[in-house]
C-alpha cells in the first residue's frame, strides 16, 4: 500500500499519552479522533501490545485506506466513520470510557495529493475542499455564491490574509464573467489579484485563502469548540487527552480550554463564593506545547508549525461549572 502522509510529533505522543503505569489497567482503550491513513494508530498499537483503538474520520476514502493499513492488528482496531464532534456528542452508551483520546488537526497529505478535491492550489482539481464529499457546501459553492464581504471576512478571519478584500473582489470579477470551477482557476485569480511584491514571498500568494475556505468548508474551528468538552466529558477520570494543532486560531482554543480545566478556581471574579469546588479538573502535562525536533521538520517539513497539548483528567465537570469552561467559539 501506498502511504502518503507521514504523521507528525509521532514519538512525543507515544511518550505523551503512554498507557503504561497508574491509573491505566489492563487492555487500555484508546480513541484517535482523526484517524486519516492511520500512522498514529499503527505506532500506538505496535508499542502497546494491549492497547485497543477506535479511529474516526469523516472520509470514507481515506477511512478504506486505513483499514487496509489496520487490518494485520484485527480486533484491536475498529472504525468509526463520521465527524469526531457528532460522535462525542453522541458517545454510544455500551461503549467504555477511553483511557486516551488523540486529536490531530492537520489535514492528511492525502487530501491534497490524492483526494482529487482541489485542497492544493497547484492540482488543476474541482474545487471542494470537503473532507466528506458528500455533505454540504463544496469550496466551489461558497466561491461562486458568497457576497465579496462574506469571502473576504472568511479570508481574513479563518486565513489571517491581509489582502482578504482585494482577492474577494478579484473573485467577484471573474465569477461575473465564467464560474469559477477548479482549485487552478482560484489560485491564478488570487495570483493576479495581490501586490507583485506578495508574489514572490515565502509562501505561495494562494497559501492562506486556500486554508480559509477549508477551515469554512468543513468548519472546523466550529466542532473543535463543540468536540473538546464533549470528549473531556466522555474521557476515563485519570485518562489523557492530546490534541496537535497546527495554526493560531485552533492553538488559542485548545490552549484557553486545557488552561480554564487546569485552574483550581473557575469562578468568575464577581462571584463573593466560590461554586466550583476549587479543584482543577484537569492536569497540564504540557505546561508549553510540544514541538517538532528539528531532524523531523527537515524529513517532514509540514510538522514545522504543529504543536501538541496534553491534559490528565482529574474529575468530571458539572453541569453548573460547564458553561464557565467551555471553549470560546472563532
Known amino acids: 500500500m501506498d502511504i502518503v502522509h507521514t504523521p507528525v510529533l509521532l514519538q512525543e505522543c507515544l511518550d505523551a499519552l ?14 484517535d479522533s482523526t484517524l486519516g491513513e ?7 498499537l505496535t508499542k502497546y501490545s494491549d492497547l485497543r483503538i477506535i479511529g474516526l474520520d469523516a472520509d470514507p476514502n481515506i477511512q478504506a485506506r486505513a483499514k487496509e493499513r489496520l487490518a494485520p492488528f484485527g480486533s484491536r482496531m475498529n472504525f468509526h466513520l463520521g465527524w469526531f464532534n457528532d460522535f462525542y456528542a453522541n458517545y454510544p452508551g455500551d461503549m467504555p470510557k477511553p483511557d486516551l483520546i488523540l486529536f490531530d488537526l492537520g489535514i492528511s497529505l492525502f487530501h491534497y495529493e490524492k483526494s482529487g478535491r482541489g485542497f492544493s492550489f497547484r492540482q488543476d482539481e474541482p474545487l471542494d475542499m470537503r473532507l466528506n464529499p458528500d455533505a454540504g457546501p463544496s469550496a466551489g459553492d461558497l466561491v461562486n455564491s458568497l457576497s465579496s464581504a462574506q469571502l473576504a471576512d472568511i479570508f481574513y478571519i479563518y486565513g489571517e490574509e491581509r489582502y482578504s478584500r482585494r482577492i474577494a473582489a478579484a473573485i467577484e470579477r471573474e465569477r461575473a464573467q465564467s464560474k469559477i470551477e477548479t482549485a487552478a482557476a482560484l ?19 494562494a497559501t492562506k485563502t ?18 473538546l468538552p464533549a470528549a473531556f466529558n466522555v474521557l476515563k477520570c485519570g485518562g489523557k487527552m492530546g490534541v496537535i494543532t497546527f495554526h493560531s486560531l485552533e492553538d488559542r482554543i485548545v490552549k484557553n480550554y486545557f488552561r480554564n480545566l487546569s485552574k483550581v478556581c473557575i469562578c468568575p471574579p464577581e462571584q463573593p463564593i466560590c461554586i466550583c469546588g476549587g479543584v482543577p479538573h484537569a492536569e497540564l502535562l504540557t505546561r508549553k506545547p510540544l514541538g517538532p525536533s528539528g531532524a523531523e521538520v527537515a524529513v517532514n517539513s509540514p510538522s514545522r508549525s504543529a504543536k501538541l497539548r496534553v491534559i490528565r483528567k482529574l474529575r468530571d465537570i458539572s453541569a453548573q461549572s460547564a458553561a464557565l469552561i467551555a471553549p470560546e467559539n472563532v
Open 18 to 31: 503512554s498507557p503504561v503505569g497508574e491509573p491505566f489497567e489492563r487492555e487500555p482503550f484508546m480513541i
Open 38 to 44: 492511520g500512522g498514529h494508530s499503527e505506532a500506538f
Open 187 to 205: 489560485a491564478d485569480i488570487v495570483y493576479r489579484s495581490v501586490p507583485a511584491a506578495y508574489r514572490h514571498g515565502a509562501i505561495h500568494p
Open 210 to 227: 486556500f486554508q480559509a475556505l477549508r477551515i469554512a468548508v468543513n468548519r472546523e474551528l466550529n466542532r473543535l469548540p463543540e468536540a
